[in-house]
């Protein structure tokens, strides 16, 4: 008799088990986010002469073992819509990054996207490797706040513009896979 039960509750465990992961798999479908975002992120290094136009500072210094490693950057990084470094601002991106790699360039970056804005209001985390010979990078977006509580995703990073040392200019692709608002 209690074989019988045992078996009874694992078949009621595995039937469970399976709707739950249906139901999550059909949720998260990589070709129809539930909500994206293609905005362009502007980090203008502070070289020691400009103090007002800088939006990220080195913290520590790169080593001599070559590729930056070590070098250590918080920012606080204007967001816009369109590639243009003097469109109005949708929101800020603040965090760091550091290079970790000794035989290419290589950065990890954990950062908040800010919004306060007519369309958006909230927060989306983002971190992740960032290896930057490749020309598609993807990082994982790992919550948020307001208009993305909770949400998780990608954001496909992709150089859109590089003027030595000081200027990036990075597109990223946000698509969110889990939202809640």
């Not at 909500?35 to 002469?49: M, P, Q, S």
Request: charged share 20%.
């Amino acid at each position: 008799m209690m074989n019988l039960i045992n078996r009874f509750c694992l078949a009621i465990l595995f039937i469970l088990l399976s709707c739950s992961l249906s139901t999550c798999a059909s949720k998260l479908n990589p070709d129809k986010p539930c909500k994206r975002l293609v905005l362009y992120y502007h980090d203008i290094l502070f070289n020691g002469t400009d103090l007002s136009n800088a939006t990220s500072a080195k913290i520590t210094n790169d080593t001599a073992l070559g590729f930056h490693f070590g070098m250590m950057v918080v920012f606080d990084d204007p967001l816009t819509k369109d590639n243009r470094l003097l469109s109005p601002p949708v929101g800020r991106a603040q965090g760091f990054y550091f290079y970790d790699r000794k035989t290419t360039y290589n950065a990890w970056f954990a950062y908040t996207l800010i919004f306060n804005s007519s369309d958006y209001k909230g927060t989306l985390n983002i971190m992740g490797a960032d290896p930057l010979p490749e020309k598609t990078r993807d990082l994982s977006v790992v919550g948020g706040t307001g208009d993305f509580f909770m949400a998780r995703g990608i954001a496909t990073f992709k150089t859109d513009d590089f003027q030595g040392d000081y200027y990036f200019r990075l597109k990223m692709d946000i698509k969110l896979y889990e939202c809640y608002k």
